[in-house]
């Protein structure tokens, strides 16, 4: 019996289209002879949609992302836990009546920030005892909480970039006296980014304090708490991590370099996704061997120290004084054939298609919570 993955992705964050083109990604390349794939589109209002699996519905087009239609057919998940050895049953609601749709081994939530990769999917699937790819409750919140990864990391002795957290309510009763603190403590230029959201999503590179205001601004948009961290002279590297097999240690790749060029202040959003600005990736790094190795352990260490399973890639700096410092970690990166985790892979000599392979394999065997 070939093993049945529900694809989840879309969601409620300011990732949602990005989530949908991972997912588009996944879908022209997972091997059909081992794997069925059921697509399900979760509507920027939370609706779960039986959607299309054709890879080609879920591309950029014309530099726009897609959507997922909430007009679809709502997905019901089962109402009782998942029993060992059972397959699990999923309904949709069609012509006002329910019907089976499919019985699924596994989910994989292909979701990017808020609602998705912070841990409540997660949740929701725990309780339901439904295998799934990528990290837990725990591990997927601390990860996406910029501020709690830093707080864990610390902890065990590794380097993040140095800063302060602001809250909405906050900064608006203190913002004079936040502004002071950062000018005494912390030289420019300085980052401003929500705490809870990815692909650079309201973050903003301030160079005049006179710019605070309206990044901070900018951030809150996204997110009501904040991190303000000091712009590292450095070069910028990503680590894919994967779980060790059977308790093993975390495998890891060589790292990739993200060279920005004079026209782009950071690699920012659309830079990433949209092809604005001067942008190249060095796989790997262009960097000494002994600098290559140091960013490989600290990526493993982050990974163990956060609790991470599945995947993750982690995001460093490579300082002029030779520190690794992370920026940040990220439990459920870009995957489609051209984002950097798979190039990172592929560069170690795994495919796209076996990689997708192992994590979804890897996600049947696990074991989710208590019982």
Known sequence: MR???????????????????????ILAAVDRERFDVIAIGITREGRWIHVSDDPSDWTLVDGRAPEVDPSGNEVLLPSTRHRPGERITLRTV????????????????LLHGAYGEDGTVQGMLE???????????????????????KLVLRAVGLECAPGIVVHE???????????????????????????RAGSSLGVTRVTDPAELGTAVKNAFAEDPKV?????????????????GRDGGEPSTTLP?????????????????????????????????????????????????????EGLARVDMFVTRDRRVLINEVNTMPGFTPYSMFPVLWEHMGMSYADLIAALIEQARKRRLGPR
């Open 94 to 109: 069609r012509d006002g009546m329910v019907h089976d749709l499919a019985d699924i081994d596994v989910v994989w939530p």
């Open 256 to 308: 990739g370099e993200v060279k920005v060029g004079d026209d782009l202040e950071f690699y920012d959003y659309e830079a990433k996704y949209f092809g604005k600005g001067t942008v190249s990736i060095d796989v790997p790094a262009g960097l000494p061997d002994d600098l290559l190795e140091e960013a490989r352990e600290v990526a493993s260490r982050a990974f163990t120290a956060l609790g991470l």
């Open 3 to 25: 093993t049945t993955v529900a694809l989840l992705f879309g969601g409620r964050s300011g990732e949602h289209g990005i989530s949908c083109v991972t997912a588009g990604g």
């Open 127 to 149: 309780m339901l005892d439904i295998p799934y790819v990528g990290s837990g409750v725990l591990a997927s919140a601390a990860a996406m909480d910029k501020a709690a990864t």
């Open 169 to 195: 309510d906050g900064w608006a009763s203190e913002a004079h006296r936040i502004a002071t603190y950062l000018r005494r403590n912390h030289p420019l230029p300085w980052f401003v980014k929500p705490a």
């Open 227 to 243: 991190l303000i961290e000091e712009g590292l002279d450095g070069r910028e590297v990503e680590c894919g991590v994967l779980q």
